[in-house]
């Protein structure tokens, strides 16, 4: 058989293997135009400056995954949400995401535990996400960490993209909760 141009089975192409570290911390200024991750989420620019201020007032945290001093995944905390209808001090965990060459290694669920302990350290009893309905993979690894839907939600919200639009967004999710014990 003929070999093409991208065939790489020829010696000439090799492997390398690598032992990575990847660390997690809170996100700094300079991390901002990163997070837009290559234009892929530029249109969020304006709320990652606000969720940005909001980490510097207090209110939410900006949780990343670093790989070479680039944020390959994160996760986005809001404090003491208002779902604390019972008395009790929640954490709203939102805009998980891990780029797509690092799913599945496992920086998804150090991100939520981390966040847990985060959270544990603030003495909030439980921790909440929302999955869109149509991400059963997701809600796959959320109930593998002990996560249990609790209600049902029309996820609508909006946002101004980078060029000052407002956008509308319509994602039905499912609300999910797990009670945090206290810091182990
Ligand atoms: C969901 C996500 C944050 C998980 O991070 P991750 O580092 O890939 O996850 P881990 O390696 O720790 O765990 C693997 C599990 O994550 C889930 N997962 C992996 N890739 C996924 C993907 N593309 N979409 C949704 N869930 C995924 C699966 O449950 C998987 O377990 P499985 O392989 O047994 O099915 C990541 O895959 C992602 O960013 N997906 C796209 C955006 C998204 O769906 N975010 C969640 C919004 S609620």
Redesign the pocket.
Known sequence: MQKTSSDTSNSVYEKITLNIEVTFRLAREDDLPKLEWMGEFTHFRRVFRQTYQDQAAGRRLMLLADLNTFPI?Q?FILLNSNFGWNGNEYGYL???????P???????????LQAERIMQERRLDYAT????KD?P??????E?LGYQVYSSDDGRWSYQDHKGHTVHVYEP?WMMEKKLGPVG
């Open positions: 995944g996760v939102y805009s998980l995401r891990v780029m797509a690092f799913q599945g290694l496992g920086i998804g669920t150090k991100l939520i996400i929302a999955v869109a991400n993979r997701a809600r796959n690894l959320y593998r999710c």
